[in-house]
């Protein structure tokens, strides 16, 4: 079992930066990677970046450039957004990819405004 619990969320104008967190917690030991995803309303969830504990990422297109993730041996996961636009304001959720299932934090809002 492992527990996640995202935080840094919070209202920036287009062009700000936000960095979010993601506490792991439980059998951390087993997990083999861990993401960043994001659903706006009425959208499928949508994978942002993800990365392994060796360093090996992959971004979004759309984020490339802006985000960066990066993990503390997988007890912290963050995910560092520069120039966020209006269409980055979607709620994101930090995931653990685990041999028997995949789990998901609660969510946290990021909200782009001018």
Not at 62 to 70: L, M
Not at 81 to 90: I, R, S
């Amino acid at each position: 079992q492992v527990s996640l619990v995202e935080s840094g969320g919070g209202l920036v104008q287009p062009g700000g930066s936000l960095r979010l967190s993601c506490a792991a917690s439980g059998n951390i030991f087993s997990i083999l990677s861990m993401a960043w995803y994001r659903q706006a309303p009425g959208k499928q969830r949508e994978l942002v970046a993800s990365t392994t504990n060796d360093g090996e990422t992959s971004y979004k297109d759309s984020v490339k450039g802006r985000f960066t993730i990066s993990t503390d041996n997988y007890r912290f996961l963050f995910l560092q957004m520069n120039n966020l636009q209006p269409e980055d304001t979607v709620v994101y959720y930090c995931s653990a990819r685990h041999p028997v299932n995949n789990y998901w934090g609660q969510g946290t809002q990021v909200p782009v405004s001018s």
